[in-house]
Structures are given as C-alpha cells and as structure tokens.
C-alpha cells in the first residue's frame, strides 16, 4: 500500500513537468496575465522544447516591453521546419511597441538563427504596420535584427533606430531566401545588408539612414522592387541608395524611387544605385528614379557623384536597362569642387559591355558649388570602355546644363563627346535627343518636352513605377508613363449671321490644331501627318487642307487659347481639336476621340430650315416639354443639343403624347426629330 501511494505522489509531481515540457503547437498569447510573460520566456521555452506544429507567438494589448529581456533570441529549436515554422505578430487590434535600453552594449537586439521564422507587424492580415521594434542603444555595431537562418520573412514592421551616426544596422540577413516588405526603415547608419540568395526586398520605405538603404553582397538571384528610398545623408563617409557587389545569376531592380543621396564627408562618394564586380546571368533595371545626389565637402575633396554606377568590367551578359529617369538638378552646397582636374559628376557611370540601353531619361545639371572656380567637366554618361559600352541604345533623352567649365553629353574613349560626336561613335541613339527633359520636382515629365513622345513600347516594361500601363501606340520614357490627355467638351455655338463661336476643354498637350470638314462625316476624323505643319485660318476653308481630305484648319496655337471664331460657315460641319506636342516641323498629332471631340455643329441656315412640324409646348420652357403624338403615329423621338450631340432626358407617356424633363440640361437649342421627318427647336431658358 506504500509503495502504490508513493508511486501516485511520484505521478502527481511528475504530470506537470510533462506537461509544460511538450513541444509547442498553436497559438500562444505574450503580455501581462498571458500565455507568457514577454516574448524572451517564450523564445526560451520555445528554444529548449521546440515544436511539433507552426507556432504564432501573438502580442496582446497586456504586452509591457519593460518586462522584456535582451537580447531576443531564436535559437534552431528542436522540430523547426517549413512546417512547424514560427510566426511573431500583435494580436487583433494591438498596436505593439518593442523597446530596448539605450545602457545596452548589445551585438545584436534580435537574433533569428532558427529557419521559418516570420515576423508580421500586421495586427488585421492586411498591410497595416502594428508592430515597432526600436532598438535604442547609443553604441556602434549593435544591429537590430540579425538572422543567419533560412527562409526569414520580415512584414509591415517600423524598424527604428536611435542614432544613425553609430555604426549599426537595422537588419542583416546571412541566410538565404529572405523576403521583407512593406517595412519603415530609418534612424540607422545601415538600413539593409544581406548576404542571401534568393532575396526579395519590396515596397519597403527607408528614410534618413547614414551610409546604405539597401546593401546585397555575395548573393545569386534576387530582386530589389518597389522601395522608397530618401535622405541618405552622411557625414561620415559614402551615401549610397542601393548597392549590389559580386552578385551571379539574375538581378532585377525595378520600381525604385530614391531621393536625396548625399554625403558631407570630404571626399566621400554618393551613389544611386550602385552596381559593382557583377557576374549575372541577366542584369534588369527598369523603372527607377534616382533624383538628387551630390557628394564632396571641403577644398581638396575630388569627388565623382553618380546617379547609376555600374562598374563591372568582365560582366558579358544580358543586360537591360529601361524606362529609368535619373535627375541630379544643382546643389550650391554640395556640388562639385577640386583644387585639381578631374572632378566630375555623371547620371550614370559604365564600366560594362553589352547593355541594352532604351527609353531612358538622364539629367545632370549638378555643377560646381559655391565660391567654387575650378575645373570640372558634367556628363550625362560616362563610359570607362574604350569601344561603344552598348549593344542597343536608342529612344533616350540626355541633358546636362550645370554650371561647370564644360557641359559634354558622353565620356567614352577618352574622349569628351557632344551628342552628334556620340552618334557617330556609337553608330546608334538615331531617335534619342539632347535636350531638356522639363522634369518637375518628383520627376514627372512636364508637357511639351519631347521626352513624351519619344518611347519605344518595350514588352518587358508595359507598366510604368507606378504600375499605370503603358501605351503601346505612343508610349512616353522615363520612369512614369506621361497620361496623355486630348481636348474634350467641344462645342460649336448657335451660329450668327455666317459665324460660329468655337470652344473646347484643354488636355494636357502643349499645342492644338483644330480642323473642320463640311457635312456629318462622323465616325470619319481628321488624320493630321506628324511632322506637318498646318497654317489655320478663321474663314473655313482657307486654312491649310490635310491632303485632299476636306478637313481645314481654323486654328493652331498654344495650350493656354480654348476659343475661336470661324466664319464662311453655312450648314453642317465635323469638328475635331487634336493636341500635338513638338515645336514647328516636328509636330506629333493625338488623334485619339473622347464622346466629346469630335461633334458635329449646324450652320445658321441649317438651324433656321428646322421646320417646327411636331406641336411642343411650351416652347421656350424652364423644366418640362410635352410632344403631342397622333393616334398610330411614331412615339420614337431623338433629342440632340446644338452640337448634334444626343441627349436623353427622362420621359413619360401620357394621354396625347410623350413629357420630357429638360430641367437637368443647360439653357440653349435643343432638335427633336420623329420617324416620320419631322422636326422641331426646343428652347431652354
């Protein structure tokens, strides 16, 4: 009987251990009164039992980071697996807040070496970022996410830091096939670094970090989409937006907006993208803005700022860069400055082969700052190749206008080239210009530049940086598709005594040309020839004829007149306003229709042969016009205003005939017609 009572005592005590020593499975809660405590007796619990199923580790609203103990640390617990994976997140609702002690002296705040783990600072499933982890420390080299285990994903979180003038990182991943999106970066001396295969980095937004956004080393295959990337300042060396060294297989950087790249350190560098020692299979870039970089400070800095740097001498690959839009507009503080020669800027430095070059717009008006008079050269593109660094090139727009001793277009066998030098050279760039581009502040294209109507339609780039589709009829360069817009609303007043008073919307083209053609041709329109330019004239038919075709032009001019008066004009007539970009012989036409341009309008005779057959009353009106009918005679009636344009008020039978509601409609002339030919003028007060 001792023996059985003892052996139940034994059970008893040994049945909890048991139990709070089994492997994790499920969803645990993580706060005050919780699951657990804080995340660290979690972590531990999860690091010495590990798992037998996915594990999600949710923070309530109960959470107390002061509770917590650092570092974090996720060791490669027993079971981890793409199955029995983890997951870190706030709860339904929680907005969560992980902060360390700035006293710590710390490698690292976080270390993930477990592989599956997943970090989701969404608290709905969605795109929402709930969850910020602030790593407060004063000292360098204290990162606040470290990871060397695989199949890391890092979501929705705002990464921050204290003091971006220490040498730390906000994340550095040594493991392969990381994924981090929709993340908010900023406040660290490095943003990402990643020494991992197979990496994608998206949609992030990293801001006001001191050397690197986002740094990829010794990696094959990745790609870097979609980030926001902007004041990268530095006082204490190079400022770069993106760099990627001694990457192979295949890299694409599309859709990356990146601003303000600038360094304050005497004869520091400030780069965009920054692409070095590249042995890739395929090289994309398409899509970027790179906008506002300078760099240098002090007398004797020799600093060579670029907007693209791309210096990989043995790469022979395919390489493709579209649709890219590189700005660096002039920086009287930190411009270009050399006691010597040699200082330069470029928007984009080539030390490559084989690229493919197309529909790319590049600017470089950064010049020497002030107080400064020595010599220094602007290029848009600088070439360290001796023979032509391209395989096509073509349907660009290159402009540099700083205030430098000598503005040049090319760098490229040693030799300083304007844009006809280039053309030779490189027996190509035959529809590419040098001119201004007219950017405006954010890099749009602005209208009347011939950058709008420059573009090839590429297949591998149908969406621009903003994913709007590109068109493939006209397609515009640059990062962001130009929405060309055509006049509208065009409307062909009652007509006096042999004239008629013209007026249309604008759209967004610089220039238009309005052409008129006798008689309702519709759906016929008018087919101006680019390049062609048409002399108007107000009285129809003395203006310059598009061929043979009937269709006169009565105006051209500027985007700013919407009006004019054409007179010779008597019965029906087709009226179209194309807008066209491009100065006098190298006119390009829109042609595209709206359901209001083209219309068709009535000359003062046609008006006044309208035989008022059907019985309407009352005519003038205010709302409301009631159309007898006779007995067995047609009730199907179509109501145009004065530009012939068809219009549908609300109607309802009644004994005798049809009422119509005008009192939605603008006062004017309105036609009603019948079935049977008959006719009449509505007048609207």
């Not at 848009?380 to 205030?403: G, R, V």
Request: with cysteine; charged share 15%.
């Amino acid at each position: 009987m001792k023996k059985r009572v003892l052996f139940v005592f034994l059970l008893l005590i040994a049945f909890p251990i048991f139990m709070f020593s089994q492997a994790m499975s499920g969803t645990y809660s993580i706060g005050v009164g919780e699951d657990y405590l804080n995340l660290d007796s979690a972590l531990t619990y999860l690091n010495t039992n590990g798992a037998s199923g996915p594990v999600i580790f949710e923070i309530t609203e109960n959470y107390i980071y002061t509770y917590e103990n650092f570092p974090l640390f996720v060791d490669t617990y027993p079971g981890c697996s793409a199955t029995n994976s983890l997951t870190i997140k706030p709860a339904g609702g929680a907005d969560i807040e992980i902060i360390g002690d700035s006293g710590m002296a710390l490698t690292y705040f976080f270390r993930i070496e477990a592989p599956y783990v997943r970090i989701d600072g969404s608290n709905s499933n969605t795109e929402s970022r709930n969850l910020t982890i602030y790593n407060t420390s004063i000292y360098g080299g204290n990162d606040c996410i470290d990871v060397s285990g695989n199949n890391f994903t890092l979501v929705n979180c705002i990464i921050k830091g204290f003091d971006s003038n220490q040498l730390n990182e906000a994340i550095f991943v040594d493991g392969n096939n990381c994924f981090i999106s929709n993340c908010e970066i900023y406040h660290y001396s490095n943003g990402i670094n990643l020494h991992s295969d197979n990496f994608n980095v998206g949609h992030n937004y990293i801001h006001d970090i001191k050397r690197n956004a986002i740094n990829v080393f010794s990696a094959e295959n990745g790609i870097i989409i979609d980030n926001e990337i902007d004041n990268i300042i530095s006082e204490i060396g190079g400022s770069y937006g993106i760099i990627c060294e001694g990457i192979t297989g295949n890299l694409y950087i599309l859709n990356n907006k990146i601003n303000n790249i600038i360094t304050h350190a005497n004869g520091s560098v400030a780069r965009g993208i920054n692409l070095y020692n590249l042995s890739s299979d395929f090289v994309f870039i398409a899509n970027n803005i790179v906008s506002n970089v300078a760099s240098g400070n002090g007398s004797t800095s020799i600093d060579h700022p670029y907007g693209i740097y791309f210096n990989s001498p043995s790469l022979s690959t395919n390489i493709k860069i579209f649709h890219n839009t590189v700005n660096m507009p002039e920086n009287l503080d930190y411009g270009l400055n050399s006691e010597g020669t040699g200082c330069y800027s470029a928007g984009i430095y080539l030390d490559v082969q084989n690229v493919n070059f197309k529909n790319n717009i590049i600017q470089n008006n950064l010049g020497e700052r002030t107080g400064t008079s020595v010599f220094s050269n602007a290029y848009a593109i600088y070439s360290n190749k001796t023979t032509n660094p391209f395989i096509q090139c073509d349907y660009n727009i290159y402009n540099t206008e700083a205030n430098v001793d000598e503005n040049f277009v090319f760098y490229a066998n040693s030799t300083n080239m304007n844009f006809d030098q280039w053309q030779t050279f490189s027996s190509m760039d035959n529809n590419s210009y040098s001119e201004n581009p007219l950017l405006d502040d954010s890099c749009y294209l602005e209208k009347c530049s011939q950058a709008i109507t420059n573009g090839l339609f590429l297949n591998d780039v149908s969406t621009d940086i903003t994913q709007v589709y590109r068109d493939s009829v006209m397609p515009t360069i640059g990062a962001y598709e130009y929405q060309i817009q055509q006049a509208q609303n065009v409307i062909l007043a009652a007509p006096v005594k042999g004239f008629c008073y013209l007026t249309w919307e604008l759209g967004n083209t610089c220039k238009y040309a309005v052409f008129m053609k006798e008689g309702d041709v519709l759906p016929e329109t008018p087919q101006p020839v680019d390049g062609t330019t048409y002399l108007a004239d107000t009285n129809f038919g003395d203006g310059d004829q598009i061929g043979s075709s009937g269709w006169y032009c009565v105006y051209n001019g500027d985007g700013t007149d919407n009006e004019v008066f054409v007179e010779n004009i008597d019965g029906i007539y087709t009226v179209m306003v194309c807008g066209y970009f491009g100065n006098e012989g190298n006119e390009v036409y829109i042609t595209e229709t709206n359901d209001t341009n083209p219309v068709t309008g009535f000359g003062e005779s046609y008006i006044n042969s309208i035989n008022n057959t059907l019985n309407i009353f009352p005519n003038p009106t205010n709302d409301f016009v009631f159309v007898e009918t006779e007995e067995n005679s047609s009730k199907f009636f179509k109501i145009t205003d004065i530009t012939g344009k068809e219009i549908n008020p609300k109607k309802s039978e009644t004994s005798g005939g049809i009422l119509f509601d005008f009192s939605g409609f603008d006062a004017g002339i309105y036609f009603i017609f019948d079935l049977n030919g008959n006719r009449s003028k509505i007048i609207k007060m």
